[in-house]
Structures are given as C-alpha cells and as structure tokens.
C-alpha cells in the first residue's frame, strides 16, 4: 500500500495535471480543435460525451487519477505488491485529494 505522503503528492500531481487538461492554453488548439469537430455533427452521443470530459474538471481529473497513479504503480515496480481493490481504494484517494485542490480554486477564485 502507498503512504499518505505519496498519496498526497501523487494527489497534486492529478491537479496539476487537470489543470493542463481543462484550463491552461497549452492545450487550447487541441480543445478548439475537439470544439470543431464536435460543432459538425451536434447531435453525436460520443462526441458531446467527449466535450463533457474534457471540459469537467472533476470528470476529467478521475481519469487523471487514475492515469498518474497506474504511472507510479508501473514505474516503482509496485503494481503487484497489492491487491486490484486496494490499487482502486488508493484511485480514490489520489481522486480525492486532486478534487478537493480543485474544489478550493472553485471557492476562492483559484
């Protein structure tokens, strides 16, 4: 199992991470570009679900999570020290952390 501190880092590194997805114009031209594509065919399910994501912090930043943390696990070799459901707990966690950072910039203007 991952410790708190790792957790936590790995937490702010899901923020950082959604917060180049969704907000930062580095990745304007990528969103304006989705924005395009979707604007041709509105009535599309996958392509209005596909806008969602990106533009929901909080959707988005789930697969983040989700994405960092199987990073970490991979990298340190530990993707096998624990059990799925464990792996899918610690999920939850980097999630957590990463949703209340940005829940605080929703409150106070961040």
């Not at 991952?2 to 580095?26: C, E, K, M, N, W």
């Not at 789930?62 to 464990?86: E, M, Q």
């Amino acid at each position: 199992m991952i410790s708190l501190p790792v957790l936590a880092l790995l937490g702010f590194a899901a923020y950082r991470a959604t917060q180049l997805g969704v907000h930062d114009s580095i990745l304007d031209p990528a969103r304006e570009r989705l924005a395009a594509w979707h604007s041709r065919n509105l009535d599309s399910k996958p392509r209005a679900f596909l806008i969602q994501l990106i533009s929901c912090i909080y959707c988005l930043g789930w697969w983040i999570s989700g994405a960092v943390l199987a990073t970490y696990l991979l990298a340190t070799g530990t993707w096998h020290d624990a059990p799925l459901l464990i792996h899918g707990i610690e999920w939850f966690a980097v999630a957590g952390v990463q949703a209340l950072l940005n829940r605080r910039d929703d409150t106070f203007g961040g």
